[in-house]
């Protein structure tokens, strides 16, 4: 088992940035892969990023440039940066753990069993 818990989530206005952090603990060998999902009211849970075995890290399109994932592992966190903000970002944001067995699939929320409570994202424009 894998505990993971966010913080970090707020309001922003537009233009504005946020850093989430995952708390990680448990079995985290279990798990080869984390990443981070939102899910937005009446949307499905879409991947945000995800960092894989051997550090490869993976985005969406819609976050590149401006969101940095990253992994403290002498503090078992996972964060994400995200910068210049929009209304399109507001969501629940979800910390994930999983163990994955083609990149390919690294931003499939399906391939994770492991997740979050979730940390709220509001962006005002």
């Known amino acids: 088992q894998v505990q993971l818990v966010e913080s970090g989530g707020g309001s922003v206005q537009a233009g504005g940035s946020l850093r989430l952090s995952c708390a990680v603990s448990g079995d985290t060998d279990s798990s080869n892969s984390m990443g981070w999902f939102r899910q937005a009211p009446g949307k499905e849970r879409e991947a945000v990023a995800a960092i894989y075995t051997g550090g490869s890290i993976y985005y969406a399109d819609s976050v590149k440039g401006r969101f940095t994932v990253s992994l403290d592992s002498a503090k078992n966190t996972l964060n994400l940066q995200m910068n210049s903000l929009n209304p399109e970002d507001a969501a629940m944001y979800y910390c994930?753990?999983?163990?994955?067995?083609?990149?390919?699939?690294?931003?499939?929320?399906?391939?994770?069993?492991?997740w979050g409570q979730g940390t709220q994202v509001t962006v005002s424009s």
């Open positions: 994930a753990a999983g163990l994955i067995f083609d990149d390919d699939y690294v931003l499939e929320p399906d391939g994770y069993n492991f």
